[in-house]
């Protein structure tokens, strides 16, 4: 039953469920037609993996999405257009998975994919930004399309947004189920928000996205049995992106435009750290590498499975600020605040910064430096002294470059900093 248009909220709870149950079921049989076309993911160098795994996970994400969808929002253009668009990038990405597209026709797709929803209405309107007011995109018109029409700032920036956030999430999309569980994560917290501001078809939307992420990552957990590939990745990040574009940023409060930054914090962080490092090293942005943060973890001797807990834990205690931002009462909207309130946000964002310090700093520099320390333990009295172990631990995180124990072969090998490979095997 719809209540002015719009669903219910039970509704979600019911969709996710759907497409839960959906994507459980009907993994083992994009395994079985991955397996036949052959949309298999072969170990390589900078893989995490030693087995070759299907990898059209995605398909089911996607039935469960669009039949849950189907059920459960309302039958709009904004609703037909968004479950669409996700057609639309889902297919290029089983041709991605099958054939190995390139970048640009990825791209393409991509772009393809964002704009059915933006010409369609699900695009970012006026907000307000501190210091600034109201701004309002839409009234800077850019040029006009062939059939499409006018196209001002508004759809602009929305599918850069939209495309921005798909790469972003195919890019953590490194490690068993560490996509899939981001997402679970992110997609719950963002439900959860859309219905506080009574986005229900925002938050029915989220709640199919987060039951056909968890769906398959009862598959897709470690060790998986099938990957989501760039069908399910893109996907994700695609579903992702509308909905925050329906729920949270649909609002004018300011606040409302950190929700979707801090709940997708992690996966930003990482994307932008690797970025950095390619655009420093003069390497394709497009180029796979290992620099990701689940990489790094890897490097220094987590298993998957501890690096998931690390990176799902991060995640939450982002989600966990962006609901405390939501629903703590620490102001009254008016420069007033509620002492004990405000220690509480206090206290929450101590907790980010803290967890966000212990693994940025902590996993990366500390157990590096230990790492050096064992190898020092083994080397004779005329060999590296502290300084040196100092000096090599400022280096090797400086250019990303690391000895460390190669999946495939499991012999100390060094990574090439501009590459992202292994280098020559060296004695363990």
């Known amino acids: 039953m719809l209540l002015d248009g719009r669903p219910e909220t039970i509704y979600a709870l019911y969709a996710f469920a759907v497409a839960l149950v959906l994507a459980w079921l009907l993994v083992p049989v994009t395994e079985r037609l991955a397996w036949k076309i052959g949309a298999i993911d072969r170990p390589r160098d900078r893989s995490l993996h030693v087995v070759p795994t299907p990898k059209l996970g995605g398909l089911a994400i996607l039935a469960g999405v669009l039949v849950a969808g189907a059920l459960f929002l309302p039958t709009v253009d904004q609703t037909r257009a968004v479950l669409a668009g996700a057609a639309v990038i889902a297919g290029f990405g089983i041709l991605d998975d099958v054939f190995e597209l390139g970048a640009a026709v990825k791209l393409l797709g991509q ?39 006018d196209v001002d700032l508004g759809h602009l920036l929305t599918i850069v947004g939209i495309v921005a956030v798909a790469n972003v999430i195919n890019f953590i999309d490194g490690v068993d189920g560490l996509a899939a569980g981001v997402c679970v994560i992110s997609a719950v917290t963002l439900s959860i928000i859309a219905l506080s501001l009574d986005r229900t078809s925002a938050a029915v939307l989220a709640a199919c996205t987060a039951g056909g992420a968890l769906g398959f990552l009862r598959h897709g957990f470690p060790p998986a049995s099938s990957f989501m590939g760039d069908t399910g990745s893109n ?34 962080l990482d994307t932008g750290f690797v970025v950095a490092k390619r655009v420093k090293y003069r390497t394709p942005i497009y180029r796979a590498d290992r620099w990701h943060f689940h990489h790094r973890m890897a490097n220094i001797g987590f298993s ?53 310090f212990y693994l940025v700093v902590t996993l990366e520099i500390l157990k ?40 495939q072969t ?9 590459t992202g490979e292994f280098e020559a095997v060296k004695p363990g």
């Not at 996907?235 to 435009?257: D, E, I, P, R, W």
């Not at 962006?322 to 206290?347: C, E, K, Q």
């Not at 320390?373 to 172990?389: D, I, Q």
Request: net charge negative; glycine share 8%; hydrophobic share 55%.
């Open 111 to 149: 772009t393809i994919a964002a704009a059915i929803p933006v010409f369609n209405g699900v695009r970012l309107g006026a907000f307000t930004m501190p210091f600034a007011g109201s701004v309002d995109p839409s009234t800077v018109d850019l040029f006009t399309l062939p059939v499409i029409g």
């Open 235 to 268: 996907l994700l990040g695609y579903l992702l992106a509308t909905m925050a574009l329906q729920g949270a940023l649909k609002t004018n409060a300011v606040v409302a435009l950190f929700f979707p930054l801090l709940v997708l914090a992690v996966p930003i």
């Open 304 to 356: 998957q499975r501890k690096t998931l807990a690390y990176m799902y834990g991060w995640t939450a205690v982002m989600a966990g600020l962006a609901l405390a931002l939501r629903f703590v009462p620490y102001s009254d909207d008016h420069g007033n605040f509620d002492v004990l309130w405000t220690i509480v946000m206090i206290a929450a964002l101590a907790l980010v910064v803290a967890a966000s």
């Open 368 to 407: 590096l430096r230990r790492s050096w320390l064992r190898r020092l333990a083994g080397v004779p009295s005329g060999g590296l002294t502290p300084a040196e172990v100092d000096e090599g631990v400022a280096r090797e995180l400086e250019t990303g470059s690391f000895e460390v124990v190669n999946p």
């Open 410 to 418: 499991g012999q100390f090998e060094a990574v090439d900093p501009e």
